[in-house]
């Protein structure tokens, strides 16, 4: 393929990119886009240990309200792009202190919202989380086609579903750098199947704690290539420097 100095990255189906067999990344323009995904701060269903997937209205913590803040510090010499983030409570509640220290409007994105535990939300006991792992463990093992549950998400859907936020904000913001608020499930489950550096089962007991940022370079070559810079505090490419404080 010939690269013009501007181009479009634009998504077709069903081919192969990302890792991910649903998806092909069709690029005309080589660009680097750092994405900084995070997950929300603290919550009271947190401290309590219970399930909590699609349950809407959950707010942060008081701890959860100084993770928030306490990001956004972190993230104060970073020159962000835009600001995306799943429209649950909890997230934008995060997202919404760093985006008024910098002017930007933070953009909901229904495809940066927690998988679904189905009937399982709400619930702390230990069958319940018996069965939301059996699942979450097929998925690491390659399985995308378990479900968690019987109402839960398959695993195909939310790695479809993650995959294509990132096509989407990689395409609107080349070179740039940008913020996602989203859900440790999502995320954790989710990025390992992306990335080239990583495989599914990377993302098996890498518990993400509330507000901690993996951070991810998407290149817009043909394929597009993801690479996990950083998980937590875990540095996974120390060739490229991380753009965060500490």
């Known amino acids: 393929m010939r690269l013009g100095r501007h181009g479009v990255v634009r998504l077709e189906a069903p081919e192969v990119a990302l890792r991910f067999p649903a998806y092909r990344l069709v690029a005309t323009h080589l660009a680097v886009t750092r994405l900084l995904f995070t997950r929300h701060g603290q919550t009271g269903h947190n401290v309590l240990g219970q399930i909590c997937t699609h349950t809407d209205g959950v707010v942060l913590s008081e701890l959860g309200v100084r993770q928030a803040q306490d990001l956004a510090a972190r993230l104060s010499e970073v020159s962000l792009a835009a600001i995306y983030s799943s429209p649950m409570v909890r997230a934008m509640q995060t997202a919404s202190p760093i985006a008024q220290t910098r002017g930007l409007e933070?953009?909901?994105?229904?495809?940066?919202?927690?998988?679904?535990?189905?009937?399982?939300?709400?619930?702390?006991?230990?069958?319940?989380?018996?069965?939301?792992?059996?699942?979450?463990?097929?998925?690491?093992?390659?399985?995308?086609?378990?479900?968690?549950?019987?109402?839960?998400d398959v695993g195909v859907d939310v790695i479809r579903r993650l995959a294509g936020v990132v096509a989407d904000v990689t395409s609107r913001h080349q070179d740039g750098i940008v913020l996602l608020v989203s859900h440790g499930g999502l995320l954790q489950m989710g990025i390992p199947w992306l990335c080239a550096n990583l495989t599914p089962s990377y993302g098996q007991g890498?518990?993400?704690?509330?507000?901690?940022?993996?951070?991810?370079?998407?290149?817009?070559?043909?394929?597009?290539?993801?690479?996990?810079i950083r998980w937590g505090e875990d540095v996974l490419d120390p060739t490229t420097a991380s753009v965060l404080r500490g």
Do not use: K, M, Y
């Open 206 to 228: 890498r518990h993400i704690d509330n507000s901690s940022v993996i951070e991810i370079d998407v290149t817009s070559s043909d394929p597009v290539h993801a690479t996990c």
């Open 106 to 152: 933070v953009q909901p994105s229904d495809e940066l919202r927690e998988l679904s535990a189905g009937e399982l939300d709400g619930r702390d006991d230990e069958e319940a989380f018996a069965i939301l792992n059996t699942a979450l463990d097929a998925w690491c093992a390659g399985d995308d086609t378990a479900r968690i549950g019987a109402r839960g």
